[in-house]
């Protein structure tokens, strides 16, 4: 039996992830995972794909924009505290602030994150990085 566990969000982040946001852990059961992740004023995410895991991702504070591709299916979606979305297995995608504070939200991944090599850099998105 697993342990229930109750934590806090850090103020300094745990790891940068492959599309260069921060990311704070925040716990992980055998199916999912949730991470808080902040994109600073002014910043740009790399685009990328995954290559197994599908994500939910809930905006908190700070607004922005993200861009999702799929085969000849493509948008920018303005966001801001209150909006949640999806992003499937396989989507290209590509996020930025626009705001003047930290675009913050929570990202429910399934299966839990594996790694670092869960991410493919792609070659182009929306945005210049």
Known sequence: MRLFETGNVSDDYDALAPDGSE????????????????????????????????????FLAGQGQVWRAQADREDVLDVRPGISLTIPLGTHFQFRNAGDVPLEFLIATTPPWPGEDEAILLDAGRWLV
């Open 23 to 58: 990311i704070r852990l925040l716990h992980q059961v055998d199916g999912a995972s949730v991470v808080h992740c902040t994109l600073p004023v002014g910043a740009v995410s790399i685009p990328v794909k995954h290559r197994s895991v599908e994500e939910i991702w809930y």
